[in-house]
């Protein structure tokens, strides 16, 4: 559970909260989708490992990065979530279509978040090479999907007291 801090010593790394009273949204991307799938896999594994039951889980498929935004708002519209994660992976072209990905759902997410005052977490690769992506899709670097299901399972806590 998230508390607030009131002395200068109360911060520190916090537990993660349990998930069992939270439902969740994952909105996940094709493009790359060897690379999405990974991150899918570790932010599911991550919900269920804190407490998510199986049926609050919703998830949905977006062609790529940029269908992100406008996942995360038709979720949080339709559906009662305490929480959305997107998960996508841009990796870097010989144009600028990456920066436009990248600024637009940086931007899309966060702006998704304010209209519903509820957490939309970016779980989104931004990277130079195919290679970057996979070490941080379960390999040297870890998942990034397990983190942002961690983000969310913190940032949904939060909500619930402050909201
Ligand atoms: C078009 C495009 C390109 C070039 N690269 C990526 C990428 O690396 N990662 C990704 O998730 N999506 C990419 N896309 C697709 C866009 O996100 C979007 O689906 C299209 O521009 C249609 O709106």
């Not at 493009?31 to 407490?51: D, E, F, M, R, V």
């Not at 998830?59 to 997107?86: H, W």
């Not at 759902?105 to 977490?121: D, L």
Request: charged share 15%; proline share 3%.
């Amino acid at each position: 559970m998230a508390t607030r801090l009131k002395n200068l010593s109360d911060f520190s790394d916090t537990a993660i909260p349990s998930a069992a009273p939270y439902r969740f949204g994952i909105v996940v991307s094709e493009w790359n989708s060897g690379i999405t799938n990974a991150l899918y896999g570790g932010a599911y594994q991550s919900l269920i490992n804190h407490g998510t039951l199986p049926d609050n889980i919703f998830t949905y498929q977006v062609p790529g990065s940029f269908e992100l935004t406008a996942g995360a708002d038709l979720l949080l519209k339709n559906l009662k979530l305490d929480a959305v994660i997107c998960l996508g992976c841009v990796i870097q072209g010989e144009t600028k279509h990456f920066d436009f990905i990248c600024q637009a759902v940086a931007n899309g997410v966060s702006n998704v978040a304010i209209k519903y005052s509820k957490p939309v977490i970016f779980g989104v690769l931004t990277t130079d090479n195919q290679q970057q992506a996979e070490d941080r899709a379960g390999g040297i670097h870890g998942n990034k999907g397990d983190e942002a299901a961690v983000t969310a399972i913190k940032m949904a806590s939060l909500a619930e007291i402050l909201n």
